[in-house]
C-alpha cells in the first residue's frame, strides 16, 4: 500500500492581495495622520461601520442573479446574504437612514476602512484596500462639494505632492442625462452600457469607445464586448458633446464661482469623467496624478484616478423616504501611497532594536535588568530571542538593521559595565550600566 503524499499549502498569495511591509506602513500612517488633522479642521467626524453588511444594502452594485458573487465577495449566514463592503459609501447611507432622527443636518462624517472588490486587479489596484472618505448627508449646497475638492487638495499637499503633480477633474452627470434625452436614449439597460462605454474614454480613447457606443469591441486578446448599439448620429453627438472646453450646467458653474471664492485653481473641466454610473446625480469630481507610474518591472503604466466623488442625492432613498441629499468624495490610501513613493523618497523613521546579545542563559537577570533600564527611557531594545554563538546574534542584528550590539559578558558583569558596539561604524566603547542610555542616543 503506498502512503499518500501530503499537499502543501501554496505561499502565493491571491491575485490582488498583497502583503505590505514596515516602510509602506509607516507611510500610510503619515498620510493618514494628515488625513485626521485636516479632518479635524473642517469639522468632521470620525464614524466606523462594519467590513460586512447584508448584500442587499449594498444592492446597487450587486447584479439580479442567485448569488450575489459578481464585484463583491459573499457568503450566506442563514437565510440572507452578507457581502463585504464594496465600498464607504453604501455602508454610510444605511447608517444614515437608521440614525436619521438622531444625526445634525448636515451630517459630516470620515471615514477610513478596508473595502474588498471581486473584479480583476491591476497595478496598484487591489482586491482588498485601505479607503478614505468623506461626505456631507442632508445639504444640496454645492458649497460642500468645493470644499470637498479643496480639503482633499489640502490632504495631498500635505502628503507630499506639489500642485503641478495633480489635477481634479470636475464634470456633472446633468450633462449626460441632458444628452441621452437629446439623442432619445431612454432605456436604462442601453443607458448603462453607454455610460460604461464613456467611462473608458482615459483607457481606450475615442476610437475604441466609439466602437463600444455602437456595436461592441473586440480587444487584443480576442474577447468581444456587447456596444449600446447606437445610432452613428447619436455617437457623434455624444462625442462633440463631451468635448466642450467650459461648463454650461448651473451647477458647475456655481462649482466654479465657490471655487473661486476658496482663491482654488487647481481643477479642470472635463465632460468625459464618467463616475459611480449608477448613483451620482450631479456635480462628479476625479482626482488624477499628472506624472508617471511604473510597475514593479519599472514601466510605465496607465494608473488611472487614484479617488474622486460627486453628488448623490438620492442613495439613502433606498432605505425609504428620506430627505438626504449628499456628496462625497474617496481617496484609495494604497493606491496613493503606491504612487507616492515613486515621487519622493519619504525619510520615515524604521525604529529598530538595540540587541543585547546572550553569553549565558544563567545572566538572564542581569540581561533584563539592563533591558529595563533602556526601555524606561523609550528606547527600542531587545535580548537576542534565543540561544546561539555570537556570530549567529551578530547576523541577527544586522539582518534586522539594528544600530548597535550591547555586550555584556561575565567579564562585563564583573566589572560593573557593558561593551556597546556600533553597527555602522564598527567603534566598541567600554562604559558604566548608568551611562548607557546618553551614549545610545547619540547613535540611534
Given at each position: 500500500m503506498t502512503k499518500e503524499k501530503k499537499s502543501k499549502p501554496s505561499k502565493e498569495l491571491p491575485l490582488g492581495f498583497v502583503d505590505r511591509q514596515e516602510k509602506e506602513l509607516l507611510v500610510r500612517d503619515f498620510i493618514i495622520s494628515n488625513i485626521k488633522e485636516v479632518m479635524i479642521k473642517y469639522g468632521f467626524q470620525n464614524l466606523e461601520t462594519p467590513s460586512f453588511e447584508y448584500s442587499d444594502s449594498i444592492g446597487k452594485f450587486l447584479p439580479d442573479k442567485d448569488?450575489?458573487?459578481?464585484?463583491?465577495?459573499?457568503?450566506?449566514?442563514?437565510?440572507?446574504?452578507?457581502?463585504?463592503?464594496?465600498?464607504?459609501?453604501?455602508?454610510?447611507?444605511?447608517?444614515?437612514?437608521?440614525?436619521?432622527?438622531?444625526?445634525?443636518?448636515?451630517?459630516?462624517?470620515?471615514?477610513?476602512?478596508?473595502?474588498?472588490?471581486?473584479e480583476k486587479p491591476g497595478p496598484g489596484r487591489f482586491r482588498e484596500f485601505l479607503q478614505f472618505d468623506a461626505d456631507f448627508v442632508g445639504t444640496t449646497s454645492l458649497q460642500a462639494d468645493a470644499e470637498l475638492c479643496v480639503m482633499i487638495s489640502e490632504i495631498l499637499e500635505r502628503s507630499g505632492l506639489a500642485k503641478s503633480d495633480y489635477i481634479i477633474k470636475i464634470s456633472s452627470r446633468k450633462i449626460?442625462?441632458?444628452?441621452?434625452?437629446?439623442?432619445n436614449l431612454i432605456d436604462n439597460k442601453q443607458k448603462l452600457t453607454a455610460l460604461r462605454a464613456l467611462d473608458k474614454?482615459?483607457?481606450?480613447?475615442?476610437?475604441?469607445?466609439?466602437?463600444?457606443?455602437?456595436?461592441?469591441r473586440k480587444d487584443k486578446s480576442g474577447d468581444f464586448t456587447k456596444g449600446a448599439n447606437l445610432?452613428?448620429?447619436?455617437?457623434?453627438?455624444?462625442?462633440?458633446?463631451?468635448?466642450?472646453?467650459?461648463?454650461?450646467?448651473?451647477?458647475?458653474?456655481?462649482?466654479?464661482?465657490?471655487?473661486?471664492?476658496?482663491?482654488?485653481n487647481n481643477f479642470e473641466f472635463d465632460p468625459s469623467i464618467i463616475r459611480g454610473l449608477e448613483y451620482y446625480t450631479g456635480a462628479i469630481f476625479e482626482v488624477n496624478l499628472k506624472f508617471d507610474v511604473t510597475n514593479n518591472k519599472g514601466q510605465v503604466i496607465q494608473f488611472g484616478s487614484i479617488g474622486g466623488g460627486g453628488r448623490y442625492d438620492n442613495l439613502v432613498n433606498n432605505f425609504g423616504n428620506f430627505n438626504a441629499p449628499a456628496t462625497g468624495i474617496s481617496i484609495g490610501i494604497d493606491r496613493l501611497v503606491y504612487a507616492l513613493m515613486q515621487k519622493k523618497e519619504f525619510k520615515?523613521?524604521?525604529?529598530?532594536?538595540?540587541?543585547?546579545?546572550?553569553?549565558?542563559?544563567?545572566?538572564?537577570?542581569?540581561?533584563?535588568?539592563?533591558?529595563?533600564i533602556i526601555r524606561k527611557e523609550g528606547i527600542s531594545v531587545e535580548i537576542y530571542p534565543g540561544v546561539s554563538k555570537l556570530k549567529k546574534q551578530m547576523e541577527y542584528a544586522n539582518k534586522i538593521n539594528s544600530p548597535a550590539v550591547i555586550l555584556y559578558g561575565e567579564n562585563?558583569?564583573?566589572?560593573?559595565?557593558?561593551?556597546?558596539?556600533?553597527?555602522?561604524?564598527?567603534?566598541?566603547?567600554?562604559?558604566?550600566?548608568?551611562?548607557?542610555?546618553?551614549?545610545?542616543?547619540?547613535?540611534?
Open positions: 448569488r450575489p458573487d459578481e464585484g463583491v465577495f459573499s457568503f450566506k449566514d442563514e437565510n440572507k446574504w452578507l457581502s463585504l463592503r464594496y465600498d464607504l459609501t453604501a455602508p454610510l447611507a444605511r447608517y444614515v437612514a437608521k440614525n436619521y432622527l438622531e444625526i445634525p443636518k448636515p451630517f459630516k462624517r470620515y471615514q477610513l476602512g478596508t473595502v474588498w472588490r471581486n449626460t442625462e441632458e444628452l441621452f434625452k437629446k439623442i474614454i482615459d483607457r481606450l480613447g475615442w476610437s475604441g469607445v466609439k466602437e463600444l457606443l455602437g456595436a461592441g445610432k452613428s448620429k447619436d455617437i457623434v453627438k455624444i462625442e462633440e458633446t463631451l468635448k466642450i472646453k467650459s461648463p454650461k450646467t448651473e451647477d458647475l458653474v456655481e462649482l466654479v464661482k465657490i471655487f473661486k471664492d476658496y482663491n482654488f520615515v523613521k524604521q525604529t529598530k532594536p538595540i540587541v543585547i546579545c546572550v553569553f549565558d542563559k544563567n545572566s538572564m537577570r542581569e540581561y533584563i535588568n539592563l533591558q529595563t562585563e558583569i564583573k566589572s560593573g559595565k557593558i561593551t556597546l558596539r556600533n553597527l555602522s561604524s564598527g567603534k566598541e566603547q567600554s562604559i558604566e550600566i548608568k551611562e548607557i542610555v546618553n551614549e545610545i542616543k547619540k547613535i540611534i
